[in-house]
């Protein structure tokens, strides 16, 4: 079974910074592309940011270019989500996603997702 734990959201002032942090068990983190999604209430589920399976590229979706970015840790099997220069429009549930093929900018191309966690950010 497959296990991603997200954790780090929270409420933030516009302007300021939130770190998310996605602990996943070693198979996953070792075989799987990962990824972070949102979705705002009445929103779909939008991509924010993915590794690439093979060779650890980064993407970012036009929205958080430049303020946002993954990182990963492979000694703790974890990824990570600096978010800097927060907008209210930032403000939604944030999920990590483990997938095993190559495409990774919609929701359905992952096979495995956390529970989510808030972030809300105030102007």
């Known amino acids: 079974q497959v296990q991603l734990v997200e954790s780090g959201g929270g409420l933030v002032q516009a302007g300021g910074s939130l770190r998310l942090s996605c602990a996943a068990s070693?198979?996953?983190?070792?075989?799987?592309?990962m990824g972070w999604f949102r979705q705002a209430p009445g929103k779909e589920r939008e991509f924010v940011a993915a590794?690439?399976?093979?060779?650890?590229?980064?993407y970012y979706d036009d929205s958080v270019k430049g303020r946002f970015t993954i990182s990963r840790d492979n000694a703790k099997n974890t990824v990570y989500l600096q978010m800097n220069s927060l907008k209210p429009e930032d403000t939604a549930v944030y999920y990590c996603?483990?997938?095993?093929?190559?495409?990774?900018?919609?929701?359905?191309?992952?096979?495995?997702w956390g529970q989510g966690t808030q972030v809300t950010v105030s102007s």
């Open positions: 996603a483990a997938r095993s093929g190559s495409y990774y900018l919609t929701a359905k191309d992952y096979n495995y």
């Open positions: 590794f690439s399976r093979i060779g650890g590229r980064t």
């Open positions: 070693e198979r996953t983190f070792s075989s799987y592309g």
